[in-house]
């Protein structure tokens, strides 16, 4: 609907809505709503006749039905359907009312007879029944349950069990230390269904020597090896068992400088250039009287280590980058403006509000120091040390960045999710302090910060800008963030590998459960996707867009890599319209080479205002004056004007904000349909070709239509393959994907459906695959604002739980 | 010196005509064009223009890009050329070495610089910077000299563009004084109509295989929408333009309103802009009918004949009791014309209407908005107020009233089957923005290239937004109050709305900046004069080409390969902030600090190139195997010849 002014809030709406729709009165369901409940899960406490808000105005469109606090997630349930939802993926360890507990951030019970709100912490006592329940969820959605019905007792308590269950006091505590036992461990304690912590794909981990070993091989980066000092975590708490450093330096001269290095972590490899320049992080030396002589001697390896030899530069990160409590309240004010304030009243100053969150500000900074990270590496031969004081923060974010701009494998599915492993898991960021799972007090809430969350959406404006360059959609960068609050993967659990270990063989051992020949409790990798979702659905994160690495070339059944020609370079730059080409650099036959000058002024001009350029900034308008190749190297365009607001992610649950039958999932659509053509018709002609090849003269060529649910031809090449498999094995695997593929795109062409007149699904909205039916219940608030219901709440709360939300 | 070269592959007669003249300084040529029609080619004919080039002789290059028919001028890759590739009647007037371009990104630029009839062009010498600058005249809107000459004797000029940038120019004053420089003889071709001469528009005569003057009919638009019907008639009333010279000569009107009551409302409404007919919903018959305000005066005058028109237009339709009348002014500003004349409709006099203000501020407040605009945008973003600088030029803001509004009309139209009136003052500005918004919103036709000309051929340049005094076409008053960019606000929501349903347009961004470019580069006629009577006066069509001709004879660098014709769907955009952005494919484009966005269409073209091989494959192989399968079954030692092709993958 347009945009009519929203009714003010007025006192009026405290009183309790009327009960005018007999229909959905609760007698009504008579059949048993039980919770479906994952292994080593257990219900904590329930309430009946429960009624989830649904609408924003009115309660006509409300859910009956139970809610149950687990020791996993806030669970509704009801034979109710949600009004118009003819879409929803399904999540395998989520029913479509559930949030994990993880995921919530607060909990706000309120009575509106007595006019009473409470914030609920961990151990809180509750004074009055509560009538309603508001949970404000990590991932920005807002639910709201009302208890009109409901005892108000198990209501309660229910509401208790939440705050409390929320906010675990142990890390053992949390969900996943249950189900991983309670899955993989039979009751005797031996390992009985085999987890793959690899996400039963090829995502290396980085927690063994062969991982390094192929990265090195990989990046060309020879003057570099893999060391195992840190075995068994004795040097460094928060580094990983094996990591790279410079070929010249001695395990020994490592245990050595260790002592010296804040967290004794030895500066770390993450990454060569082709030019031989290597990126190296570094956290800060502790001695002073070391610092001068140790940095020297780190210098001095890694320039050992360039194949020119070449000096190195020092890029000291805190210095120029937002610290992560800067960037925490960043998200905090932006979350306050995507989805808390009434959408109508903060249209006005939408802008100077965004301006004034620094969310945007902070994204191009990340962004712009990786730009000048990579014109150090690329365009000065350089080798760079990113230092930072722990180097378990800042440097997670900008190595990463680096990386994805100058490395194609990154851009694909498992090499980004290798990166995320090598740069965030491995290297120690801390995951359970940042996502801030445990009972929160002042000191943990200084610990929170979305750091994770900033480096995704750097990662976005680089998808946006690039649309052809990544492997995947926004839709699995949406879903990777929403898959750090549950606390199940390995991923997003601990602050460092060491924890991990400590932790599971504590837990092991306090459950007797027999490791056996693992060292530790064998998590989920968050990269087993189908952990959460079936294949169907994880087609979802397939971008039809993307142009694959040396895509392959089948000719006469032998796989040739495929370059893009020249030719396919030219038709890019005459796709550019003359209109935007007029008035920039961008004769290509006259470009100028690497590095030389632009620029020669003459002396006579010299008073003319000259406007002074950087070279890197120089650097970056001379890429920009070419066609960009996604498998090149890509730059974001830096002005503040070319970065958006992630929309997907900040404004999905905004129903004010969905598009109906548009935003980006409708180009999504029209382009999945296209390749999923190709696809079938690439199928076919393979079909075709073996048919040729392998003679059958007795059969007749099967019929063509049922080709159309072949599997696709060329899976994408996955980096670290097995060896080419034998016949019969081909048969089977064949047989294999026959069963599980349902092709690599999530729309597909029907083989009834005549070519070329695809209808678009009536779900497609800028919201999807995500809907904000009941996931944003904010302007039900009582009718007012929660600024003003927290300013009013903050005389008799504790201030505890309020200081997340303070303005 | 210049030496003429006519290329003419295919032996046209055309040659001997086109001849260029060698110096053309005082050329005021009136070549009548009677005869277009019959030189008329087929496209792969229209390869032989005449093209003037100084001292050089043609290049293959040149006439590599003649046979593309690109009459927009690309730049030129040889470097040892420092001219533009010319169009047809164009020449060079002025040419100057040494003149150093201050470009607010890079610095000075020294490099040449000539002026044509048609253009601006200024090639940096510099090997290292091939930058070309190419403006047609028509852009400019203001050349002025800063400051006083040097001691080096240097002049510097400033030249503000309507395309939001300015460029700055320094150069050596000529030794003999007597001698024009440059500028000035650019200020000359600047504005042609200030100084009595014809726009280059007149000149140009370059023939597309099609007449882009015959794209809008305006029986056959209003046979598609099933028009005359029972309860609508098409009237002749204003055949000779004697009831409102602004308004079409084509109108519909209700078939209980004789031609003779219509007169009688014309003197009622503003400039004689009566409620006509813009669109019928072919479903529901609700319609949206347009008109300027009512003259009812600080008395409160009242026209028993136009409320018997407005009650007629909401008896038209079945379906509705109401009809809602949208003045699209603030109300301050609608009740603040009623000392001038003016007002607005009061609701006792016209029954079971029911009147809304849509709050869109005028074209003064809109120009002044640009102006903000521009400062924030050009040359250089302030990095760290980038957004608060944005919102305080207000221009978002009025997008979204503009585009509210409309949404409000569809919404009425569409959800609330009821027939809507729409008008502001004049009904010449923000009329045609809300209408024609409406409609896009509303019919799938006008999101379709053709249709998307017939739209703008209908609800602006037949219902006479005044184009010539908007933009100022050759006019060098620049501070003239009556320009305004209404035109580039309408289309600047258009782009919204292509960015809100990236799969309902058949157009994609570089149509709508191909418009708004030819808006100022008075190379066509189309948007040329004030109404549809002076364009017929001045014999448009037979003088000028049309901006369609130009378009729909390359199409398909204009079509948006996503698109999905829903014919059936009505299209409601969110009109919120969160999804307004500033187009900075336009308004920021000439910061070299920007790429345009990777060509995400460029991909898809490869997609669909890639399908159609692999379907062709496909099927040869089918055919095939079918013969192979007919020929093993007759003989059994049949051997098969193998003619498989590579197959590459990209995905």
Not at chain 1, 23 to 28: D, V
Not at chain 1, 693 to 722: E, K, Y
Not at chain 2, 366 to 375: A, F, N, P, T, Y
Request: proline share 7%.
């Amino acid at each position: 609907m347009f945009s009519v002014k929203p009714l003010k809030p007025t006192f009026k709406s405290y009183l309790p809505p009327l009960q005018t729709d007999l229909k959905k009165s609760p007698q009504l369901t008579i059949r048993k709503l039980e919770a479906k409940l994952l292994p080593g899960e257990i219900v904590v406490n329930e309430a009946n006749f429960v009624r989830k808000c649904i609408g924003a105005d009115s309660s006509q469109d409300d859910l009956w039905g139970k809610l149950i606090c687990t020791n996993f997630k806030v669970s509704f349930i009801t034979h109710n359907s949600l009004p118009q939802q003819n879409f929803k993926y399904v999540h395998r360890l989520l029913g479509e009312h559930d949030v994990p507990l993880a995921c919530v951030e607060q909990v706000v019970t309120v009575n509106d007879v007595k006019g009473k709100q409470k914030v609920l912490g961990s151990n809180k006592k509750l004074k009055f029944n509560p009538t309603e329940l508001i949970l404000y969820c990590k991932d920005l959605r807002i639910l709201r349950f009302r208890f009109d019905q409901a005892g108000p007792e198990s209501a309660k308590k229910v509401c208790l069990a939440i705050a409390h269950y929320s906010q675990p006091a142990d890390p053992q505590l949390l969900f996943g230390f249950e189900y991983v036992s309670s899955r993989y461990y039979g009751s005797s304690g031996e390992r009985v269904n085999g987890v793959d912590p690899g996400g039963g794909q090829q995502t290396p981990l980085f927690d063994r020597p062969s991982d390094w070993d192929r990265e090195i091989k990989r990046t060309g980066a020879s003057e570099w090896r893999v060391c195992s000092v840190n075995e068994g975590y004795t040097i460094s708490p928060s580094l990983p068992e094996y990591f790279v450093v410079p070929a010249s330096l001695a395990d020994q001269d490592l245990k050595q400088y260790a002592c010296s290095f804040t967290g004794q972590r030895i500066p770390l490899w993450c990454w060569n250039h082709p030019n031989g320049s290597a990126l190296v992080r570094m956290s800060s030396i502790s001695d002073p009287q070391q610092q001068r002589k140790l940095d020297q001697r780190i210098c001095s390896a890694i320039t050992k280590s360039h194949p020119q030899r070449c000096d190195v530069f020092k890029s000291d990160l805190d210095k120029q980058l937002p610290n992560i409590q800067e960037v925490q309240a960043a998200l905090v004010k932006l979350r306050q403006i995507c989805v808390i304030e009434p959408f109508e009243e903060s249209e006005e100053k939408w802008l100077s509000s965004l301006e004034s969150s620094r969310w945007m500000d902070y994204v191009r900074a990340f962004l712009r120091h990786a730009v000048e990270v990579v014109y150090t590496l690329e365009g000065k031969h350089t080798s760079v040390i990113l230092l930072e004081e722990e180097d378990r923060d800042l440097s997670c974010v900008v190595a990463g960045l680096v990386q994805l701009m100058l490395d194609p494998h990154c851009r694909s599915l498992l090499g980004f999710q290798a990166l995320v492993q090598k740069e965030w898991v491995m290297a120690g960021h801390r995951f359970l302090d940042r996502c801030n799972h445990l009972k929160r007090n002042e000191e943990r809430r200084k610990e929170e910060s979305p750091l994770f969350l900033l480096f995704l959406d750097c990662v976005w404006q680089l998808l946006n800008q690039y649309p052809s360059a990544f492997e995947f959609t926004e839709t699995y960068l949406t879903v990777l963030s929403d898959s750090m609050w549950i606390p199940i993967f390995s991923t997003f659990l601990f602050n460092c590998p060491k924890q991990r270990a400590e932790h599971s063989r504590d837990f092991a051992r306090s459950r007797s459960i027999r490791l056996g020949q693992d060292q530790a409790l064998r998590f989920p990798a968050v990269w087993d996707w189908s952990q959460q979702f079936s294949p169907k659905d994880q087609t979802l994160f397939n971008n039809p867009l993307y142009v694959g690495k040396g895509a392959t070339c089948v000719q006469n059944g032998a796989v040739k890599t495929f370059k893009r020609t020249k030719k396919s370079y030219s038709s890019t730059l005459r796709g550019l319209p003359p209109a935007l080409r007029n008035g920039q650099l961008s004769d290509l036959d006259t470009l100028p080479r690497r590095n030389s000058l632009v620029l020669r002024l003459r002396p006579e001009l010299g008073q003319a205002r000259e406007p002074c350029e950087t070279p890197c900034e120089r650097f970056v308008r001379e890429r920009f004056s070419r066609p960009a190749d996604p498998q090149g190297m890509l730059l974001p365009q830096l002005l503040p004007s070319h970065l958006s607001l992630w929309r997907l992610y900040f404004l999905r649950w905004v129903p004010e904000a969905r598009i109906p039958h548009g935003g980006p999932a409708t180009a999504f659509h029209k382009l999945s349909l296209l390749v999923d053509e190709i696809h079938t018709l690439q199928s076919r002609l393979r079909h075709y070709n073996t048919s040729n090849s392998t003679p059958t003269p007795t059969g007749p060529p099967p019929p063509a239509p049922s080709l159309a649910l072949s599997p696709p031809p060329n899976p994408p090449q996955r980096p670290h393959s097995l060896s080419r498999p034998q016949p019969e094995q081909q048969q089977q695997q064949q047989q294999q994907q026959q069963q599980q593929h349902h092709g690599r795109m999530y729309f597909r062409t029907s083989s009834s459906a005549p070519a070329g007149t695809p209808s678009t699904p009536d779900y497609l909205s800028s919201s999807f695959p995500f809907s904000p039916e009941g996931n944003l219940c904010r302007r039900g608030l009582l009718g007012t604002p929660l600024s003003k219901l927290l300013s009013g709440a903050r005389i008799w709360l504790s201030t505890e739980t309020l200081a997340n939300e303070a303005l | 010196m210049e030496k003429s070269g006519s290329v003419d592959s295919l032996g046209s007669k055309q040659s001997s005509s086109r001849q260029p003249s060698v110096d053309s300084l005082s050329s005021s040529s009136t070549t009548s064009r009677s005869d277009r029609s019959s030189q008329a080619k087929p496209p792969s004919a229209v390869s032989s223009d005449s093209v003037s080039v100084s001292d050089l002789p043609l290049s293959p290059e040149q006439l590599r890009a003649n046979i593309r028919n690109k009459p927009v001028p690309k730049v030129i890759r040889d470097s040892h050329k420092d001219e533009p590739q010319m169009l047809t009647k164009e020449t060079v007037q002025d040419m100057a070495k040494d003149v150093t371009y201050i470009c607010p990104f890079i610095g000075a630029l020294r490099g040449t610089l000539t002026v044509t009839n048609y253009r601006l062009f200024f090639r940096c010498m510099d090997r290292d910077a091939a930058l070309v600058l190419d403006i047609p005249l028509g852009v400019l809107s203001r050349v002025e000299k800063i400051g006083a000459a040097t001691s080096r004797g240097e002049v510097s000029y400033g030249i503000v563009c309507k395309d939001i940038r300015n460029l700055r120019f320094v150069h050596k004053q000529p030794d003999d004084t007597l001698k024009k420089s440059i500028f000035e003889n650019l200020m000359k071709f600047a504005f042609p109509v200030s100084n009595g001469q014809p726009l280059f528009a007149c000149e140009y005569d370059q023939v597309f295989p099609e007449n882009g003057w015959k794209v809008y009919d305006a029986l056959a638009e209003y046979k598609r929408q099933g028009l005359p019907n029972e309860s609508w008639r098409i009237s002749k009333v204003n055949d000779h333009y004697e009831l409102c010279d602004t308004y079409p000569s084509t109108l519909v009107v209700p078939v209980t309103i004789p031609d003779e009551e219509l007169k009688r409302v014309a003197a009622f409404r503003a400039k004689g802009r009566i409620s006509v007919l813009s669109w019928i919903h072919p479903e529901s018959q609700a319609t949206i009918t347009r008109c300027s305000q009512p003259m009812v005066g600080a008395n409160g005058k009242c026209s028993k004949e136009d409320e018997k028109l407005l009650q007629a237009i909401m008896d038209a339709n079945a379906q509705s009791h109401k009809l809602f009348i949208f003045d699209a002014r603030p109300s301050v500003n609608a009740a603040a014309n009623k000392m001038k004349g003016g007002g607005f409709e009061s609701e006792d006099a016209y029954q079971n209407a029911e009147l809304v203000f849509l709050d869109i501020q005028n074209l003064h407040v809109m120009r002044e908005s640009l102006r903000k605009l521009k400062e924030v945008v050009y040359p250089n973003i302030d990095e760290a107020h980038w957004l608060s600088n944005l919102e305080s030029t207000h221009w978002l803001e009025h997008i979204k009233a503009v585009l509210a509004g409309a949404l409000r009309i569809a919404d009425k139209v569409e959800s609330g089957k009821t027939s809507v009136v729409v008008h502001c003052s004049d009904g010449w500005d923000r009329t045609p923005q809300l209408t024609s918004l409406a409609m896009l919103m509303l019919d799938a036709h006008y999101r379709t290239i053709r249709g998307f000309q017939v739209l703008l051929e209908k609800e602006w340049l037949s219902f006479g937004h005044r184009f010539q005094l908007r933009i100022g076409h050759g006019d060098k008053n620049h501070t003239d109050a009556d320009r305004s960019p209404v035109f580039l606000q309408f289309i600047d929501c258009v782009w919204q709305m292509t960015r809100q349903f990236p799969a309902a347009f058949e157009f994609n961004e570089y149509f709508l900046i191909t418009i708004l470019d030819h808006l100022y580069s008075c190379l066509f006629g189309t948007f040329m004069c004030n109404s549809e009577q002076q364009r017929l006066k001045e014999e448009l069509p037979k003088k000028t080409v049309s901006l369609w001709s130009l378009i729909n004879s390359q199409l398909e660098e204009f079509c948006n390969p996503l698109y999905v014709n829903y014919s059936s769907h009505v299209l409601f955009p969110v009109v919120s902030m969160r999804h307004l952005e500033l187009w900075v494919g336009y308004y920021i484009r000439w910061n070299p600090r920007m790429r345009p966005q990777e060509p995400l269409h460029q991909r898809y073209k490869e997609l669909l190139a890639k399908r159609a091989e692999l379907q062709k494959r496909v099927e040869e192989l089918q055919r095939e195997v079918a013969n192979r399968a007919a020929a093993s079954s007759s003989e059994r030692a049949g051997s098969p010849t193998r003619s498989i092709t590579p197959v590459q993958t990209f995905v």
